[in-house]
């Protein structure tokens, strides 16, 4: 069930991850709710650059900051843009929502993006595509074991 860490790579982390696994593995997702929860999604080589810049910036920048990309996409809107950027068929079904699942998450990164004013992040797109690919190559290689 999407939403369970039965990941097959060492560390599953982040619903994109998630349903890229399922899709890849069994053909499907299930969303909890209606799919109308709002999220920021960042990519992981994001963080990292983001992390490498605050390691290297002079201390009077060191703040903490809300980690976020410039985007908030629902779930649903996030499966219609897989429909469309993965070379593979999937469907997706609607299961019970949780109670623990918040409705919307839209977190405020002006400070960050002040404290490093030519940070660009990784198009959405290009982010759910290389992440798609990655993943896939590690599951071929822990299959081949």
Known sequence: MTGV????????????????????????VNVFGDGSNLRNYIYVKDVSRLLSLSLNADKSVSNIWNLASMDSFTINQVIERMKVLLPVDFTFN????????????DIDNSKLMSAFPGFTFTEFDQAVLST??????????????
């Open 5 to 28: 860490q039965t990941c097959a790579l060492p560390i599953c982390l982040g619903l994109i991850n998630i349903f890229i696994e399922d899709i890849i593995r069994q053909g499907s």
């Open 94 to 105: 609607y299961l019970h929502a949780r109670s623990s699942d918040n409705t919307a998450i």
């Open 132 to 145: 798609f690919l990655h993943i896939k190559q590690q599951l071929s290689l822990n299959s081949a074991k």
